[in-house]
Structure formats: structure tokens, C-alpha cells
Antibody, heavy 118, light 107 residues
Framework: EVQLLESGGGFVQPGGSLRLSCAASGFTFSSYAMSWVRQAPGKGLEWVSAISGSGGSTYYADSVQGRFTISRDNSKNTVYLQMNSLRGEDTAVYYCAKGAPTTVFDSWGQGNPVTVSS | DIQMTQSPSTLSASVGDRVTITCRAS??????LAWYQQKPGKAPKLLIYEASDLESGAPSRFSGSGSGTEFTLTISSLQPDDFATYYCQQYNSYPLTFGGGTKVEIK
């Protein structure tokens, strides 16, 4: 059974940083792209970033380009999202999602709330 | 960027109704379209991929059709478990984009 367990969210002031982690199990992690998708309170889904199975290719939404960095450690079956220069509009529930095999998401984490506020 | 527009944004229907949700892309995405179902406080679930392929485990009352710029998700006979919000997503090119969502409510 595929499991994606997210951690690292919480409360941070504007301009601050957070690192989200997503620990995966139940599949051959290095064979699949992974993405982060977020959902602001009461709003729809917004794709944030993706990384290829090898980690050699990364992609970002314009709204986070230059502020967020996606990475993965295939030896630990974990994908990360380093979020810097956080803004109020980054407040959302962040989901990690498994690619099937790349850009369709067949498994999702439980969601990790991030609140950016002074 | 490819914009995805869903309609309607809210839909009121009864159990047993046939329900259709439309998704339009701002440019051709051939068949690179997925549909997800999301319930409050839960992660989305994949229903349909490549416009019309049913995800394993998704009920057969869900079907998808379309290509190019116009797509539909149909629920053949609405069940109580189907009251939720539905999103389309294009994966023709980065940045990946979702439609704004369609909330299916009880009439």
C-alpha cells in the first residue's frame, strides 16, 4: 500500500522559512516523479513544484519560483520542499503527491498546514 | 500557462441524477487531462486520467470524455458518496494547472 507521510508544517512569520518533508513507502520511490500541491483556505488546488524520479529535473509554479526548492533523497524515500521568503499568500494545506508516473497524481499525502502570519 | 475553466462552479442534484461537469482548456491539451474528487478535509482522489481512462478502484458510474480543449466528467447515477468537489487538471505542459472546481451539492 502506498503511503505518503508529510511533516514540517506549522506557523511562521512573513519572510521566514520552513522545510516540508514527505516520507514515502509502498512503491519503488526512485521510479516516480513527486509533486507538491497546495490548497489555500476555502480555495482550489494549486500545483507548486515537481521533481523527476532521479531528481535531475525540477519544475516550479511562477508563484514560488526563486523562493521554494524541491529536492529528494532516494536513499531515504523522502521528498522535500524548502520554502523561503514566505508570504501570507503561501498559507495553505500542502500535499505531496505521487506521479503516475509523472504528472497525474494517483496517491496523495494527508496534507500539512502552513500558516504565514505576523 | 494553460488556463483550465470548469463549469458550473456549483451543481445541485439528487441521488440517481445524471450529472455532467465541463472543463475547458485555453489551448489544446490533446487528451492529457485528469479528474479528481475531493471531500472536505481530505486529500483529492484520482478518478480519471488521459481524459477517459478510469483509475483502478474508481466506480464505473464515473466516465470522462473529450479531447483538445473541451472535456466532460459524467456521473451516470449520483450516489450519496459522490457529493464532493471535482477538479480537472491538465498535464500537457508545465506549469500543471487545475480547474477552479465544481461542488456537487444535495438538492
Amino acid at each position: 500500500e502506498v503511503q505518503l507521510l508529510e511533516s514540517g508544517g506549522g506557523f511562521v512569520q512573513p519572510g521566514g522559512s520552513l522545510r516540508l518533508s514527505c516520507a514515502a513507502s509502498g512503491f519503488t520511490f526512485s521510479s516516480y516523479a513527486m509533486s507538491w500541491v497546495r490548497q489555500a483556505p476555502g480555495k482550489g488546488l494549486e500545483w507548486v513544484s515537481a521533481i523527476s524520479g532521479s531528481g535531475g529535473s525540477t519544475y516550479y509554479a511562477d508563484s514560488v519560483q526563486g523562493r521554494f526548492t524541491i529536492s529528494r533523497d532516494n536513499s531515504k524515500n523522502t521528498v522535500y520542499l524548502q520554502m523561503n521568503s514566505l508570504r501570507g499568500e503561501d498559507t495553505a494545506v500542502y500535499y505531496c503527491a505521487k506521479g503516475a508516473p509523472t504528472t497525474v497524481f494517483d496517491s496523495w499525502g494527508q496534507g500539512n498546514p502552513v500558516t504565514v502570519s505576523s | 500557462d494553460i488556463q483550465m475553466t470548469q463549469s458550473p462552479s456549483t451543481l445541485s442534484a439528487s441521488v440517481g441524477d445524471r450529472v455532467t461537469i465541463t472543463c475547458r482548456a485555453s489551448q489544446s491539451i490533446t487528451s492529457w487531462l485528469a479528474w479528481y474528487q475531493q471531500k472536505p478535509g481530505k486529500a483529492p482522489k484520482l478518478l480519471i486520467y488521459e481524459a477517459s481512462d478510469l483509475e483502478s478502484g474508481a466506480p464505473s458510474r464515473f466516465s470522462g470524455s473529450g479531447s483538445g480543449t473541451e472535456f466532460t466528467l459524467t456521473i451516470s447515477s449520483l450516489q450519496p458518496d459522490d457529493f464532493a468537489t471535482y477538479y480537472c487538471q491538465q498535464y500537457n505542459s508545465y506549469p500543471l494547472t487545475f480547474g477552479g472546481g465544481t461542488k456537487v451539492e444535495i438538492k
